[in-house]
């Protein structure tokens, strides 16, 4: 009887002690901790440092709090005893001047963006619209006024975006703190744990991280294809581009991407039109290059790395590549030789699709000191596609090549056809004139027969217009609508991923750049093509690439997107980096294992403190228990 009693009593001391230990904490519904599935933001760095989110160095424990405007947000931190807490906010609040606000109060430990209800569900970013000035006869892109670029800040704590769902349990759980006046730092409250620690450090460049190797350089592949004459010495070559990423503050919610998707859908409907008339390209001495250039929308990589192949001469990549007839081979993955052609010859004039919208004009800009042959290409496009040239005292929207290639020795001339005659122009992730319902799908046709004008006009060969259920399958299958003939095909085998650039992988394409190559290998497939069953590019006899598992000739293939200061070894799939070569080079930071964010009650601590308290009462009490019952019986048995 007296070790029964003894044994129990230990138990529930040993329960009691051991809850409050724990600091009387209880998951969110269930036994197990509850993770909250939802994509954040992350450390980027470029050649200054990292911008976006620098996490912390630790896990934060913090109870929740949701704040619906400016006013509350200001008075919550000035007025509260916490010394850390984490905020539910609506996507109105979440600007620069709000985001400032919390990273100097030095208490916020994590953000929680709600998803805006009138956006499609995976499709916004805090990416406010970009603007231009005519500085030294260029023009450079910045923030507009009151813009909501938060892409050029750093945080010190992690913002993770929630949809409707995660929303509102999360805003049941702060107003339950509001009830028990958490603010004063009382119990019992709801809590989040928050881990997202990133393995960089974001006051290093990016040059030092990839030393390092704690991040990696943002990057991907720029499909490509030619027309009419091969591309030989010289040649005289037309360069139509587009670009082919978006930039997105939580990347796995970027990809619609609309803004690219819709010039993307635009050039590419193009390629088969081009293909049935290349002979009389050819005739007339011509080469039109179709590109799409990837990892433009951080540091330009895409378009830096295709005007470097074309100014300074391209080589086959690091590793064991074997040059064979107009590629570069290894045993996983094939690349151009042809641009070391592209190199010698000459590109006469560039043709660089903008932000498109339904508007029924299209716009021509040109740079802000004109030539003569700027000018007389912008009244050639004019004139071809009723376009209305923009005056040059207005400053042109940004222009990914004339950007780059401004530094290069006699650019050529280059005109950018957008949607609008501002210079400031929508968010370059999101453009909320074209969506996945299609609403204004037959402008962005429009915007496509007159892209073959302008073709026409520059080639003296007459280009049919796109097929407009061609542009319409291209952009769907962009947007992710299953309805679209595409989408089973830029997704096959179980592809996922976004419009967004990410971190470079050797012999790794995402989505949208294989959709793309693959595309331009079925546009430009020679009659003469064996169409033999492959795998991969190895399967197939030289000359031919493996173009939706048959083996076809094809002018389409597609380059390296990264800074012209990274280098990669596709041996051994290592990077390094040229510090002599001064251009922007951006790099995403490795997370760390196990980051999330997961809920929890916790009990008030005069609870806690009361369970450690009871737990030692318990404990002293058996001992004296058994101390006192033990001295009983011996002297009752003492007495018989």
């Known amino acids: 009887?007296?070790?029964?009693?003894?044994?129990?009593?230990?138990?529930?001391?040993?329960?009691?002690?051991?809850?409050?230990?724990?600091?009387?904490?209880?998951?969110?519904?269930?036994?197990?901790?509850?993770?909250?599935?939802?994509?954040?933001?992350?450390?980027?760095?470029?050649?200054?440092?990292?911008?976006?989110?620098?996490?912390?160095?630790?896990?934060?424990?913090?109870?929740?709090?949701?704040?619906?405007?400016?006013?509350?947000?200001?008075?919550?931190?000035?007025?509260?005893?916490?010394?850390?807490?984490?905020?539910?906010?609506?996507?109105?609040?979440?600007?620069?001047?709000?985001?400032?606000?919390?990273?100097?109060?030095?208490?916020?430990?994590?953000?929680?963006?709600?998803?805006?209800?009138?956006?499609?569900?995976?499709?916004?970013?805090?990416?406010?619209?970009?603007?231009?000035?005519?500085?030294?006869?260029?023009?450079?892109?910045?923030?507009?006024?009151?813009?909501?670029?938060?892409?050029?800040?750093?945080?010190?704590f992690p913002v993770v975006q929630v949809n409707s769902t995660q929303s509102k349990e999360l805003q049941d759980y702060a107003a339950q703190n509001a009830g028990n006046s958490v603010d004063d730092g009382s119990f019992p409250r709801w809590s989040l744990h928050m881990d997202y620690q990133m393995q960089a450090d974001p006051a290093q460049s990016s040059m030092d991280c990839i030393e390092k190797k704690t991040c990696l350089p943002i990057g991907g592949y720029s499909p490509y294809a030619w027309f009419g004459q091969p591309l030989q010495q010289g040649t005289q070559t037309i360069l139509l581009h587009s670009q082919l990423d978006a930039k997105a503050y939580f990347t796995d919610l970027a990809y619609g991407a609309r803004a690219s998707a819709a010039s993307i859908s635009v050039l590419l409907a193009l390629a088969p039109k081009l293909q049935e008339v290349q002979s009389a390209i050819a005739h007339n001495g011509l080469s039109v290059v179709v590109a799409f250039t990837d990892a433009d929308s951080y540091g330009r990589a895409g378009c830096r790395s295709l005007v470097n192949a074309i100014t300074t001469g391209y080589a086959c990549p690091q590793g064991k590549f074997e040059q064979r007839g107009q590629f570069c081979r290894n045993p996983?993955?094939?690349?151009?030789?042809?641009?070391?052609?592209?190199?010698?010859?000459?590109?006469?004039?560039?043709?660089?699709?903008?932000?498109?919208?339904?508007?029924?004009?299209?716009?021509?800009?040109?740079?802000?000191?004109?030539?003569?042959?700027?000018?007389?290409?912008?009244?050639?496009?004019?004139?071809?596609?009723?376009?209305?040239?923009?005056?040059?005292?207005?400053?042109?929207?940004?222009?990914?090549?004339?950007?780059?290639?401004?530094?290069?020795?006699?650019?050529?001339?280059?005109?950018?056809?957008?949607?609008?005659?501002?210079?400031?122009?929508?968010?370059?992730?999101?453009?909320?004139?074209?969506?996945?319902?299609?609403?204004?799908?037959?402008?962005?046709?429009?915007?496509?027969?007159?892209?073959?004008?302008?073709?026409?006009?520059?080639?003296?060969?007459?280009?049919?217009?796109?097929?407009?259920?061609?542009?319409?399958?291209?952009?769907?299958?962009?947007?992710?609508?299953?309805?679209?003939?595409?989408?089973?095909?830029?997704y096959a085998d179980g592809r996922k991923g976004t419009g967004y650039t990410s971190i470079f992988r050797a012999f790794v394409l995402q989505p949208r750049p294989w959709f793309v190559s693959q595309q331009l290998g079925e546009y430009t497939a020679a009659s003469t093509s064996s169409n033999k069953d492959c795998t991969t590019d190895t399967d197939c006899q030289n000359g031919e690439l493996c173009i939706k598992l048959k083996c076809r000739a094809t002018s389409s293939s597609f380059a390296v997107a990264v800074s012209p200061a990274v280098n990669l070894d596709f041996d051994t799939n290592t990077v390094t980096v040229d510090r002599n070569i001064d251009v922007p080079t951006w790099a995403e930071s490795y997370w760390k294992d196990g980051f999330g964010t997961e809920g929890y009650w916790q009990e008030t601590a005069g609870m806690q403190a009361g369970f450690v308290i009871l737990g030692i009462l318990l404990t002293l009490a058996s001992v004296l228990g058994g101390h006192f019952t033990q001295r009983h019986f011996e002297r009752l048995f003492k007495s018989r």
């Open 1 to 156: 009887m007296k070790g029964s009693n003894q044994a129990w009593a230990c138990c529930l001391a040993v329960v009691c002690m051991f809850t409050a230990l724990t600091e009387g904490t209880h998951p969110l519904k269930s036994k197990a901790p509850v993770k909250l599935p939802a994509p954040a933001c992350f450390l980027l760095l470029n050649n200054a440092g990292g911008v976006g989110c620098a996490g912390t160095k630790g896990a934060e424990t913090a109870p929740l709090f949701f704040i619906d405007g400016s006013d509350s947000l200001n008075n919550l931190l000035r007025d509260t005893k916490l010394s850390a807490l984490a905020v539910l906010i609506p996507f109105s609040l979440f600007t620069p001047q709000a985001m400032e606000v919390c990273a100097a109060s030095g208490k916020v430990k994590g953000v929680y963006v709600m998803q805006p209800g009138s956006a499609p569900e995976k499709g916004w970013s805090p990416f406010g619209p970009q603007a231009t000035q005519c500085q030294g006869g260029q023009a450079r892109a910045w923030a507009g006024p009151g813009s909501n670029d938060l892409g050029k800040k750093l945080l010190p």
């Open 332 to 490: 996983f993955q094939t690349f151009p030789k042809q641009l070391e052609q592209l190199a010698s010859s000459t590109v006469k004039q560039v043709v660089e699709l903008g932000q498109l919208s339904p508007s029924s004009q299209l716009y021509v800009h040109t740079p802000c000191i004109p030539n003569v042959e700027t000018s007389a290409l912008g009244t050639t496009v004019k004139n071809a596609a009723g376009a209305t040239l923009v005056s040059h005292g207005k400053p042109p929207p940004p222009s990914c090549l004339a950007e780059v290639w401004s530094a290069a020795t006699n650019p050529p001339p280059t005109v950018l056809l957008s949607s609008s005659n501002e210079s400031e122009l929508p968010s370059n992730f999101s453009n909320s004139q074209f969506d996945s319902t299609f609403g204004d799908i037959d402008a962005l046709c429009t915007h496509a027969n007159k892209l073959s004008s302008v073709t026409s006009a520059l080639t003296g060969v007459t280009v049919a217009n796109p097929d407009c259920e061609v542009v319409k399958d291209i952009f769907g299958a962009l947007m992710r609508d299953p309805s679209s003939k595409l989408y089973d095909q830029m």
